[in-house]
């Protein structure tokens, strides 16, 4: 996994950019919503201030494979979820969440729009990959609209619910000719 050489990312609404120890009180409050984890693999519930202070700092540690950008609102610098890339069996695997209030209205969209677009260009990776839990129909859209191509269906340990799902797996090639 390349390092990031370019932390900061901006889309028409959004500012992707590292989370910072004054997002985590917004953090607390969007990821502690139920709805917001119950499909994630590792997000914890409750989310405790001590979840977030962990997540905060593991994003700037230098070995981390896990490379998370907060999501905010350009127009208000308003937190409202988080996005990134970690490494699943040498692949670069997507995964984002968006805080409840803020559903529905193209966020996670444009941000894993702008997100493949840094990974296909400034990171020069040629391939990602993603993963939704077959009930979560609002993901499997988000993904199909960034073109992501539907594949196997395999049933994975969800860590941090304790249970076993179904799970869709996706992946996005870099188009041909596209700058690396
Ligand atoms: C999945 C998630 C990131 C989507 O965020 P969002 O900002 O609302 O996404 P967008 O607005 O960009 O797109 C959502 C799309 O799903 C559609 N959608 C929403 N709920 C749906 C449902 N129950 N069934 C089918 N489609 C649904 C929306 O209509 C929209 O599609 P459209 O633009 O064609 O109308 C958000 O719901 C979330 O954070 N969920 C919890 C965490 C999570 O599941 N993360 C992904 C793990 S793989």
């Known amino acids: 996994m390349p390092a990031y050489p370019e932390r900061r990312l901006e889309s028409a609404r959004l500012r992707l950019r590292p989370p910072t120890p004054d997002d985590v009180g917004a953090l607390m409050a969007l990821a502690g919503e139920w709805e917001v984890v119950?499909?994630?693999?590792?997000?914890?519930h409750p989310y405790t201030q001590a979840d977030g202070e962990a997540?905060?700092?593991?994003?700037?540690?230098?070995?981390?494979?896990?490379?998370?950008?907060a999501i905010e609102l350009k127009t208000?610098?308003?937190f409202i979820g988080a996005i990134g890339l970690t490494e699943t069996d040498g692949a670069?695997?997507?995964g984002y969440w968006i805080g409840r209030p803020?559903?529905?209205q193209g966020?996670?969209?444009e941000a894993l729009a702008t997100l493949i677009d840094h990974a296909f260009g400034a990171l020069?990776?040629?391939?990602l990959v993603a993963r939704a839990v077959l009930a979560n129909r609002a993901s499997h859209r988000v993904l199909e609209k960034c073109g992501f191509v539907r594949g196997r269906e395999t049933v994975e340990l969800a860590p941090a619910r304790g249970v076993r799902r179904a799970v869709v797996w996706y992946e996005l090639t870099r188009p041909a000719g596209a700058r690396a």
Not at 38 to 44: D, E, L, N, Q
Not at 124 to 127: C, T
């Open 124 to 127: 020069g990776l040629g391939r």
């Open 107 to 109: 966020y996670a969209s």
């Open 76 to 78: 208000r610098g308003t």
């Open 92 to 94: 670069p695997e997507v």
């Open 55 to 69: 997540w905060v700092a593991a994003a700037h540690a230098p070995d981390t494979a896990h490379r998370p950008f």
């Open 102 to 104: 803020y559903w529905n």
């Open 38 to 44: 119950k499909y994630t693999v590792r997000m914890p």
